[in-house]
């Protein structure tokens, strides 16, 4: 890497060769920069100058810092419409990218509070309980938890969901989804968490709680799916009201 002698400030033209490295593709996603003291040395500038370019990098999303790891090459983010959130497979697909599934548990479980609250029912109802490991083009990209009543599912051991997406199955069971409502927030990854995607304990996920109601407004199921934060992102088209300030999810 060597910078032209011009009137561009040394921390612009740090942060366009560096980057041109990176959209090229030379740096692939995962690859570890040096430190910024060794990237100082190699182009001739101060540490502060490479530290503002780095900054800058990260800013725009093409790096990202681990706390005692160093500085990496970040990973696209797969943007995820916030109206396709309901199937992960149907989502992926439309953007060109291989959706799989790892089933990582199943069980027949009595609803804790919080999964009877969730779906309208009382403490120790009989749900299935699917944790299951979402991948994008065999990237571990989310942890599906999910809870379904069983009276509603009925049969559900014997179908492979690793291969079934949940949404076919619950057209062919006659189950219809009318209406989803979801809540987005952030945690950190706990180590189980960490080792299943492929990450580092703290690492910062996105977490996602859905309910999904069928067309009697009955909750036919309750999820909480955690996505890499590194390499996803939620997308919202809104479109406002006429006459009014409220906002509605864009169907265009």
């Given at each position: 890497?060597?910078?032209?002698k011009t009137s561009c400030p040394l921390h612009l033209q740090v942060q366009e060769n560096l980057g041109r490295l990176i959209t090229s593709g030379e740096w692939q996603p995962g690859t570890k920069l040096s430190s910024e003291r060794k990237l100082s040395q190699q182009l001739g500038v101060s540490r502060v100058?490479?530290?503002?370019?780095?900054?800058?990098?990260?800013e725009a999303g093409l790096l990202h810092r681990v706390q005692g790891k160093g500085t990496f090459v970040a990973r696209?983010?797969?943007?995820?419409?916030?109206?396709d959130l309901i199937s992960f497979t149907s989502s992926?697909?439309?953007?060109?990218?291989?959706?799989s599934a790892r089933v990582l548990d199943f069980s027949r479980i009595h609803a804790s509070r919080q999964v009877a609250e969730a779906l309208g029912a009382e403490v120790g109802y009989q749900v299935y309980r699917v944790r299951r490991l979402r991948l994008a083009n065999n990237m571990p990209f989310v942890i599906e938890l999910s809870y379904f009543p069983c009276d509603l599912y009925l049969g559900l051991e014997a179908v492979d969901l690793a291969t079934v997406s949940i949404r076919r199955l619950c057209e062919?069971?006659?189950i219809r989804l009318k209406r989803v409502y979801q809540t987005l927030g952030a945690v950190v990854a706990t180590e189980e968490e960490a080792q299943i995607l492929a990450?580092?304990?703290g690492f910062p996920l996105m977490l996602i709680e859905r309910r999904g109601y069928d067309v009697e407004g009955q909750a036919v199921e309750f999820s909480k799916d955690l996505y890499r934060g590194d390499c996803s992102c939620v997308i919202s088209d809104l479109e406002l009201c006429e006459g009014t300030n409220s906002c509605i999810l864009s169907t265009s």
């Amino acid at each position: 890497m060597t910078l032209r002698k011009t009137s561009c400030p040394l921390h612009l033209q740090v942060q366009e060769n560096l980057g041109r490295l990176i959209t090229s593709g030379e740096w692939q996603p995962g690859t570890k920069l040096s430190s910024e003291r060794k990237l100082s040395q190699q182009l001739g500038v101060s540490r502060v100058t490479v530290r503002q370019a780095i900054s800058a990098l990260e800013e725009a999303g093409l790096l990202h810092r681990v706390q005692g790891k160093g500085t990496f090459v970040a990973r696209p983010k797969i943007k995820v419409d916030a109206r396709d959130l309901i199937s992960f497979t149907s989502s992926m697909l439309r953007r060109g990218i291989c959706p799989s599934a790892r089933v990582l548990d199943f069980s027949r479980i009595h609803a804790s509070r919080q999964v009877a609250e969730a779906l309208g029912a009382e403490v120790g109802y009989q749900v299935y309980r699917v944790r299951r490991l979402r991948l994008a083009n065999n990237m571990p990209f989310v942890i599906e938890l999910s809870y379904f009543p069983c009276d509603l599912y009925l049969g559900l051991e014997a179908v492979d969901l690793a291969t079934v997406s949940i949404r076919r199955l619950c057209e062919e069971m006659g189950i219809r989804l009318k209406r989803v409502y979801q809540t987005l927030g952030a945690v950190v990854a706990t180590e189980e968490e960490a080792q299943i995607l492929a990450v580092e304990p703290g690492f910062p996920l996105m977490l996602i709680e859905r309910r999904g109601y069928d067309v009697e407004g009955q909750a036919v199921e309750f999820s909480k799916d955690l996505y890499r934060g590194d390499c996803s992102c939620v997308i919202s088209d809104l479109e406002l009201c006429e006459g009014t300030n409220s906002c509605i999810l864009s169907t265009s």
